[in-house]
């Protein structure tokens, strides 16, 4: 269970220290030197957003799974209502029990979430994805007794996530809109097309895109993965990423690799 007492805000871009980045082949050595401005709170009205549901494109490869064979029911979470803009995304989560609430029942779908958090869920959602690294990196603030250190662990050695100067991770920190993006295009390695204008064209705030991140951005877009509130078409990218949002982007990488089933546009209204 993740505890929710971890929001500490951050204002800074992850780094890889060495040793992980050598372990990123595909990855420029400048792309995370670009810094944040401090992360904006997010959105209070998610509930009376609609989801769009792009179409994937087709990956390279598509993982076997009989996962879909054994969903149990979507857990009841007490404070998602059936007209959330994500229950679907979060409902085909839970089924598989990939996700799961707090002690209480809920599941907060609006509340930010942490690098810990995230991790935890990567490494429920992508179990089945191999490594791309066997390295283990010794993190100076998740020591052993941390609850998500093997999670951690398991997001950075599958290539989602990375440390900060200093061996550090950061766990307790919250996890922006472009580095969600960023990461689940990283661990899928999703490669970008040449013509970023194109696909940025119909977000309002595209300009607001830090440059390191345009490259996963535009491939996650591409790749289908990208879902946002229709009636805003924007990326918000410096916004605090919600629960509800990294489960819709974690649904979406799902279907794109071919183990869940897309979003219908009566599931989302």
């Known amino acids: 269970m993740m505890p929710s007492s971890q929001q500490d805000a951050a204002a800074s871009n992850p780094v890889g220290d060495d040793e992980v980045s050598e372990q990123r082949v595909n990855q420029s050595s400048s792309l995370f030197q670009e810094s944040f401005e401090p992360i904006s709170p997010p959105l209070t009205n998610l509930e009376t957003r609609s989801l769009r549901v792009p179409s994937p494109a087709l990956p390279q490869s598509t993982l076997s799974s009989d996962a879909t064979s054994q969903s149990l029911e979507p857990i009841a979470f007490s404070d998602l209502p ?83 100067p200093g061996r550090t991770f950061r766990p307790n920190q919250p996890v922006s809109r472009a580095q969600l993006i960023v990461a689940v295009a990283s661990g899928l390695d999703l490669e970008a097309e040449a013509n970023t204008d194109v696909l940025l064209q119909p977000y309002q705030d595209r300009n607001q895109v830090p440059a390191w991140a345009i490259p996963s951005l535009v491939a996650a877009i591409r790749s289908g993965l990208v879902a946002d509130a229709e009636q805003l078409n924007r990326l918000r990218p410096q ?28 599931d989302a209204d």
Not at 113 to 128: C, K, L, N, P, Y
Not at 253 to 260: E, I, N, P, Q, W
């Open 82 to 164: 059936s007209d959330h803009w994500a229950k679907p995304a979060i409902d085909s989560l839970s089924a598989q029990r990939w996700l799961q609430g707090f002690p209480d029942g809920s599941f907060r779908p609006d509340a930010p979430i942490t690098r810990a958090e995230f991790a935890a869920q990567i490494a429920q959602v992508f179990s089945e994805l191999p490594l791309q690294s066997s390295t283990s990196i010794t993190f100076q603030d998740v020591p052993e007794t941390h609850w998500g250190q093997a999670s951690i662990q398991r997001a950075v050695q599958a290539g989602f996530l990375r440390g900060y």
């Open 239 to 266: 916004a605090a990423a919600t629960r509800a949002e990294v489960a819709a982007m974690l649904h979406q990488a799902l279907v794109y690799m071919g183990r869940a089933d897309p979003i219908s546009p009566a």
